[in-house]
């Protein structure tokens, strides 16, 4: 007579059973503590979106003012540079148009060198504005936690 084919399947079903019987009853023993105010919770993460969202506009609004600072400066270089050209033109001795080049040399190296430290100002500034209003965020998410779950009833 064969053996029964539902047997092990049965046993793995009474095991299953008592299992999740132990489960549960190790899960109503666990001390959670209280859920915290929903409500207050969401609110909490509307504001860290919202200083992202502020800390990003920052960002694309500085890079905006490079960029367009990068675009008034290229147009002066060239401007300049016309200018350059022609002074360079209407010198006749060799003297004076290696005078005027070396000049002019150092007048664009002078400019480069400002205008390098006048762009690194600007990302500098808006970089330090949108990590400004991520760290104010932070400061004020961390105090609000503190404050949800001292409503809950735990402790921190």
């Known amino acids: 007579m064969p053996s029964d084919p539902s047997k092990p399947f049965a046993a793995a079903m009474d095991?299953?059973?008592?299992?999740?019987e132990e489960f549960t009853k190790m899960f109503s023993a666990m001390k959670l503590p209280a859920a915290p105010n929903m409500d207050a919770l969401l609110a909490a993460q509307k504001r860290n979106r919202e200083a992202m969202s502020a800390a990003s506009r920052i960002a694309i609004e500085g890079a905006q003012a490079v960029a367009r600072r990068q675009s008034e400066i290229m147009q002066q270089t060239m401007t300049e540079m016309g200018d350059s050209i022609r002074a360079l033109s209407a010198a006749?001795?060799?003297?004076?148009?290696?005078?005027?080049?070396?000049?002019?040399?150092?007048?664009?190296?002078?400019?480069?060198?400002?205008?390098?430290?006048?762009?690194?100002?600007?990302?500098?500034?808006?970089?330090?504005?949108?990590?400004?209003?991520?760290?104010q965020r932070f400061t004020e998410a961390m105090d609000e936690m503190k404050a949800l779950v001292a409503q809950a009833g735990g402790k921190v």
């Open 15 to 20: 095991q299953a059973r008592q299992a999740g």
């Open 92 to 135: 006749e001795a060799p003297q004076d148009k290696a005078a005027a080049q070396a000049e002019l040399l150092k007048r664009a190296y002078e400019r480069a060198v400002a205008n390098t430290k006048e762009l690194s100002d600007l990302i500098q500034q808006a970089n330090g504005e949108a990590l400004g209003q991520l760290n």
